[in-house]
């Protein structure tokens, strides 16, 4: 059901079960222009080292090519998608050394060889996203994207740390998901001291079950490098990419790495791609942005009470809220659902339109009495054990990588100050992402400086595609990316704010990505467009 957004999971980090916002950036350096320039720029940049690295291990990719063969049965992708394998290097500076290997899969292009223009990469976001469920839009014939299926092969692939890919792990995968986790938001000085225990150990749990060694190299450079050998084992002289919310981010720090080599880019409800966001400031940007949209998720809820009888005014569907929410906190819904779980299951509303039915039931049902439909859409299934380790090994890459990619604050006292400021007016999210990002003010490697965004020489017009009240990734991001990518156009979409727009139907969008992806074609000017429809009960 997501494989058309970034990917969201309830995490178990400290207390708060929270959704892995997509939304992350970083960088961990300055990184080279492209093509030939390779090396000359990664010096300018003092990365001379990993970048002839990256171009090593590239023009070994492309020599190697990849062996497409029949996806292994378990994981779950049917024919004519095939799997296959890539090798990198754990550490661009060290080309010969240690290398890991990255699944990727792959669908041919629906039409003719004529018609065919290259491989289409996807990334859907995380950090700790997997990507592998990319073609099987094609084989569900996904309307949306029947267009560039004629034209593209659709490539999804699990980044460095990510399912497949040297899996990285954090805490036993039963222990991460288990339930009732304590109140994100602290009654005391004592429930504080409580959470930062748990990041902490979290922190050095990361250390180790994966090894410093690998946390180091998890950072969004190593991914736009193992993107770049990906596109030359494809055979592809040029990159044509899709990124959705981190993957914007991605993206991002490609075209600033590799300017030369990209040919199309659409990014997807963007990551503010400023060094000063990446990701302290990121994190409570957001913050605000989910109180926003929470509350446009209530005025809807009220104006169709007589579908789900849970009040007529924002005031009175929030007020429900807060009495569930207490509830929860006095006695756990059947025992394992308490205000982390809560939020958990109810962020994924203003994360996503196609939530707002589907969580509004299960609250109405709650309401009138039905308690069991609350526990079976929040509570964690531990039978699930495959899904378990799925999401605990999405929170430990969002969390290496995230931590590793940028400086965090080390003063529990910045921390304390600006979350208590901020839960003050936006009491929704703000405690509960500040807990899940916490292990990175104790992280055990050494943090990067991200990449400073910007044009290079040979990067094409971008097309870029926001939301303007998105809350994963406020609109802000979009404009940011606008400004650093010379010639790139903007689409905005008024009005709404569901995560990850170019999935969803908006006659107004979808034709303007189809163009731009099949003749390279882009508007004279930015573009705003009216919502796509609102959801209806």
């Known amino acids: 059901m997501r494989e058309t957004r970034p990917k969201w999971r309830t995490t178990a980090l400290g207390s708060a079960g929270v959704l892995i916002t997509a939304t992350l950036i970083s960088g961990a350096v300055a990184a080279p222009a492209s ?11 003092g990365q001379d080292r990993a970048s002839v690295g990256a171009a090593i291990a590239a023009a070994r990719a492309a020599k190697a090519g990849i062996d497409w063969a029949d996806c292994p049965a378990d994981w779950g992708i ?184 990209v040919r199309r880019m659409v990014v997807d409800s963007v990551v503010n791609p400023s060094r000063e966001k990446i990701w302290y400031e990121a994190n409570l940007d957001q913050d605000i942005a989910f109180e926003g949209r929470w509350k446009d998720w209530e005025d809807w809820v009220a104006a169709n009470d007589a579908a789900f009888h849970l009040g007529t005014t924002r005031a009175a569907v929030q007020a429900k809220w807060l009495e569930l929410r207490a509830t929860a906190k006095k006695n756990p819904i059947g025992g394992v659902v308490g205000p982390a779980e809560l939020i958990g299951f109810f962020q994924s509303a203003p994360y996503y339109d196609s939530s707002w039915v589907p969580v509004a039931t299960v609250f109405s049902k709650y309401v009138a009495g039905d308690t069991q439909a609350l526990v079976d859409a929040a509570a964690p299934d531990l039978s699930d054990t495959a899904g378990n380790i799925s999401s605990e090994n999405g929170n430990a890459v969002y969390t290496a990588v995230e931590c590793t990619d940028a400086k965090w604050p080390t003063s ?91 999935g969803l139907v908006n006659p107004c969008i979808n034709p303007r990505v189809d163009a731009y992806l099949l003749t390279g074609q882009l508007d004279k000017a930015d573009v705003t467009c009216t919502p796509h429809a609102t959801p209806k009960p």
């Not at 093509?35 to 940049?45: C, E, K, V």
């Not at 990449?451 to 926001?466: A, D, H, M, Y």
């Open 412 to 502: 529990w006292t910045k921390w304390d100050k600006d979350n208590t400021a901020l839960n003050k007016n936006y009491p929704f999210m703000t405690w509960a992402n500040a807990w899940l990002n916490l292990p990175c003010a104790t992280w055990p490697v050494k943090q990067q400086t991200p990449v400073e965004v910007r044009t290079g020489k040979g990067l094409p017009g971008v097309l870029i595609v926001q939301s303007e009240r998105d809350a994963a990734t406020p609109y802000e991001g979009g404009v940011e990316l606008h400004k650093r990518f010379k010639g790139s156009r903007l689409i905005t979409e008024k009005d709404a704010g569901s995560h990850g727009v170019t």
């Open 78 to 261: 049917a024919k004519p998608v095939q799997c296959g394998w890539v090798s990198v290097p754990l550490d661009y500076t060290k080309p010969n050394g240690k290398q890991i290997k990255l699944a990727v899969d792959h669908i041919g292009n629906t039409g003719t060889k004529a018609e065919r223009q290259g491989a289409l990469v996807y990334n859907p976001g995380g950090p700790g996203g997997s990507g592998m469920r990319f073609p099987l839009r094609v084989t569900t014939k996904n309307p949306i994207w029947a267009n560039a299926a004629k034209a593209y092969d659709f490539v999804g692939f699990d980044p460095r740390g990510v399912g497949h890919s040297a899996p990285i792990s954090c805490m036993d995968p039963q222990e991460f998901v288990k339930a009732p986790k304590m109140d994100p938001v602290p009654d005391s000085e004592a429930d504080k001291r409580a959470q930062r225990k748990l990041a902490r150990e979290y922190a050095e749990g990361c250390a180790e079950r994966t090894g410093k060694a690998m946390l180091a190299q998890m950072t969004t450079p190593n991914t736009v490098r193992d993107l770049d050998v990906i596109r030359a084992a494809l055979g592809e002289k040029k990159l044509n990419y899709l990124g959705v919310s981190y993957g914007t981010y991605i993206g991002a720090v490609y075209g600033t790495m590799y300017p030369g080599h």
């Open 35 to 45: 093509g030939a320039n390779t090396q000359a720029g990664a010096s300018r940049h």
